[in-house]
């Protein structure tokens, strides 16, 4: 059974930088597409990095520059360091496996991250 356990999350000042933490059990990080999505209020789930098992990394526009991610396969473990965090960047953040263009396993808790002064 694939299980995804986010953290890392919590208060930030705008500009301010969090380091997000996915570790997974049942399946192997460096074998696959993995992704760190995130949910505002109000708002649809989004894609904003991925990392595939090669190695290649793609942003949303809203984060390029500002965000990366990365992978431990030691760990087996899937990191998102985001800097100069803005407010819009507040949201719930998952990680989760990537398969045919859509999210392939349940959905972990997520870490919440919020960016206020």
């Known amino acids: 059974q694939v299980q995804l356990v986010e953290s890392g999350g919590g208060l930030v000042q705008p500009g301010g930088s969090l380091r997000l933490s996915c570790a997974a059990s049942?399946?192997?990080?460096?074998?696959?597409?993995m992704g760190w999505y995130r949910q505002a209020p109000g708002l649809q789930r989004e894609l904003v990095a991925s990392?595939?098992?090669?190695?290649?990394?793609n942003y949303a526009d809203s984060v390029k520059g500002r965000f990366t991610i990365s992978r431990d396969n030691a760990k087996n473990a899937v990191y998102l360091q985001m800097n100069s965090l803005k407010p819009e960047d507040m949201a719930i953040y998952y990680c989760?496996?990537?398969?045919?263009?859509?999210?392939?396993?349940?959905w972990g808790q997520g870490t919440q991250v919020t960016v206020s002064s």
């Open positions: 049942g399946i192997r990080v460096s074998s696959y597409l």
């Open positions: 990392i595939s098992s090669g190695g290649s990394t």
């Open positions: 989760n496996r990537i398969w045919a263009g859509a999210p392939r396993d349940s």
